[in-house]
């Protein structure tokens, strides 16, 4: 069974730098998968999670919406099936509960997903 964990979240102020991690088990072919990260805000549905980094199944090829262009890296390590997304200079407007999902080929959707993670909270004071 594939469970999907991330880690990472946690209270910090703007300015602050946080890495989210996500780790992969129980599939043998995690290089063959796209990773991407997203988050969701109250009031906002699965479905309308957004897309904040993607990266494709050999780490060479990355997304980033515009709003996190120049302060968050996304980053993967085939060896450790496991994805990180690297947050620097948070803005308040950050403060979301960020998901890992595993795709096939990757994109900004999130219904292009296969499996998820529970998400953890990154709450940004301003």
């Known amino acids: 069974q594939v469970q999907v964990e991330e880690s990472g979240g946690g209270l910090v102020q703007a300015g602050d730098s946080v890495m989210l991690s996500c780790v992969v088990s129980?599939?043998?072919?995690?290089?063959?998968?796209?990773m991407g990260w997203f988050r969701q805000v109250p009031g906002k549905e699965r479905e309308e999670r957004e897309c904040?980094?993607?990266?494709?199944?050999?780490?060479?090829?990355?997304y980033y919406t515009d709003s996190v262009k120049g302060r968050f890296t996304i980053s993967r390590d085939n060896a450790k099936n496991a994805v990180y997304l690297q947050m620097n200079n948070l803005k308040h407007e950050g403060t979301a509960v960020y998901y890992c999902?595993?795709?096939?080929?990757?994109?900004?959707?999130?219904?292009?997903?296969?499996?998820w993670g529970r998400g953890t909270q990154v709450t940004v004071s301003s």
């Open positions: 904040v980094a993607t990266i494709n199944y050999s780490g060479d090829t990355t």
């Open positions: 129980g599939r043998r072919t995690f290089d063959k998968y796209a």
């Open positions: 999902g595993v795709s096939t080929f990757g994109d900004t959707k999130p219904d292009v997903y296969v499996e």
